[in-house]
């Protein structure tokens, strides 16, 4: 778990944030950024290195010495420096508190602003061990492409709520006031309440009343602004001190045009359903559902949750359609014998293995049985079988050279080693063109 440590944040000079932005811009196309990137990027005249051996210390950067590359990577602390520094030149952070809660993507701690009042500060941490499938659970990328820079994932995560926030505030639901958004923190209005699991059936003045209540908001969310929350529970429900509910955390908020969204909506439901039944002994009749009680049809979609989603769930489903046609055709082409216009190729392979039994004779001979050989033939060229050969093999041979890049190799004696080796070769190659013989 990463622990926010602000209290180097004050003595970080001009300098080094530059060399820290140049580490983050560098990483939108490097999984390690070379030192002389960073030179160039931060356009700093000299002391890049130094500078990043103090980043090191800090652990704001770290030193990654790869197989064939060596450079420098962003840690989660340094990205929580990026951020908080802009958020301090704006005003709208000037202290950080303790922290009041912590989940499988984010943080909360209290903050104070520049005008004296309290706030809360989220800070987004994607890629935790109980939580790394985010590629699978959320649709944060565009087209349905996989991010695999958990930094990137957790900028795209705090956009995307500070945007559905911003979007339900104006619309006048019971949600905190977002006040502004940086890389993966998310600073929004500080509610006075109680989270609901931490209430007892004594606190819960009216369980009936409460229930509706809840269950009013799912079916308002959907209808009025064309949404599910889609978790929807009791760690995310705050009761203030009106016994109204508040709702929070909002990264996997969709559209009800999503595919997903009947399943996203009865599990909201069921989840309410639960709690009232096994904390408070309530059960009611009143259980809603997306088909009957929102008009999909009919309602105002906000754009920021129907930008990107519908057509990653298109994409996804139109290719996986296409590659399940393509595998159903490739399995049915091989046993149809075609004889007209083409010219037949024989599988040998299918040959060899291939033996069919056949059932009893209809003209009498009654209870033989018997195992031959079948040729089938193909309407596949042999420049199309020989492609698709060459492209399995090529595909094979990146994915093991991909393997063998990316493997990491620990110590600094691989760096001087692969330093001698360079130079040797290139002395080498010196000595070849002038006609030397090397040492």
Not at 293 to 314: F, H, L, Q, Y
Not at 355 to 384: H, N, P, R
């Amino acid at each position: 778990m990463v622990k926010l440590d602000v209290s180097l944040l004050r003595y970080l000079t001009v300098e080094e944030f530059r060399v820290l932005t140049a580490v983050e811009m560098g990483m939108k196309n490097h999984e390690v950024v070379p030192v002389s990137l960073v030179s160039t990027i931060s356009s700093l005249r000299s002391g890049v290195s130094k500078i990043l051996h103090q980043l090191c210390q800090h652990k704001l950067v770290s030193y990654e010495s790869g197989k064939r590359f060596d450079g420098y990577r962003l840690t989660y602390k340094g990205y929580d420096y990026l951020s908080l520094n802009v958020l301090r030149n704006r005003g709208i952070v000037s202290e950080i508190g303790t922290q009041i809660g912590v989940g499988k993507e984010s943080d909360v701690y209290l903050a104070m602003n520049g005008s004296g009042e309290r706030v809360v500060i989220k800070i987004h941490r994607l890629g935790r061990v109980c939580f790394r499938r985010v590629n699978d659970k959320r649709d944060y990328q565009k087209n349905g492409n996989k991010v695999h820079s958990f930094l990137y994932l957790s900028r795209l995560a705090a956009k995307r709520e500070f945007s559905f926030l911003e979007a339900l505030y104006e619309r006048g639901f019971a949600v905190p006031k977002p006040f502004d958004c940086n890389r993966h923190c998310v600073v929004m209005q500080l509610i006075d309440g109680t989270l609901l699991n931490n209430l007892s059936t004594e606190d819960i003045e009216n369980v009936p009343l409460l229930y509706d209540k809840l269950m009013n908001l799912i079916i308002q969310l959907a209808n009025d602004c064309g949404v599910v929350h889609g978790d929807i529970n009791e760690f995310n429900i705050m009761i203030d001190r009106n016994n109204e509910p508040i709702l929070i955390d909002f990264p996997q908020m969709i559209s009800v045009g999503h595919v997903l969204a009947d399943e996203y909506f009865t599990r909201d439901v069921n989840c309410v359903v639960d709690f009232f039944k096994r904390k408070c002994n309530y059960v009611s009749d009143y259980i809603p559902s997306l088909s009957k009680d929102v008009k999909i049809e009919n309602n105002n979609v906000i754009k920021v949750c129907n930008e990107d989603e519908m057509t990653i769930w298109k994409d996804t489903n139109d290719s996986e359609r296409e590659s399940k046609s393509i595998e159903l055709h490739e399995t049915i082409e091989p046993l149809a014998i075609s004889t007209e216009n083409c010219e037949p190729y024989l599988l040998e392979a299918h040959v060899s293995n291939l033996k069919l039994e056949l059932d009893k004779q209809s003209d009498g001979d009654s209870s033989s049985e018997a195992a031959i050989s079948v040729s089938v033939a193909t309407t596949f060229s042999s420049e199309d079988v020989r492609r698709k050969i060459r492209m399995e093999r090529e595909k094979k041979m990146n994915k093991s050279n991909v393997k063998n890049a990316t493997r990491k190799v620990k110590g600094a004696a691989n760096v001087v080693s692969r330093e001698r080796r360079n130079n040797y070769h290139r002395i080498k190659e010196d000595c070849d063109v002038h006609k030397h013989e090397p040492f």
